[in-house]
């Protein structure tokens, strides 16, 4: 596997009104993600990028975190340094910020 983990953050704009991540909070969330991992010297092994819509758009800002398929919902930049230290470096999911879906 070419990474460890692979944070996939929404940063889709939908047309005003509709629900959405939104392209500014997307960003702002994939620069933390990028600028922590950096720091922590973690960024050959964990991936964070941006990505399209993930289907979970009344719950953004969304993103999912693989190889687990571990989704998270309403995430703040408050948020970006208890997923590292407890997904990415503990693998322990943060459940107050797990989306689960009725498949
Ligand atoms: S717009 Fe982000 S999940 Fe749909």
Known sequence: MRFEKHIFICANQKAEGKACCGEARGLELITLFKEKLREKGLQGKIRAQKSGCLDACSKGPS????????????????????????HIENNRIVKDLELTFDI
Do not use: A, F, M, Q
Not at 65 to 70: A, H, L, N, Q, S
């Open 63 to 86: 993103l999912v975190i693989y190889p687990e398929g571990t989704y998270y919902g309403h995430v703040t930049p408050d948020d970006v340094d208890r997923i590292i230290s407890e």
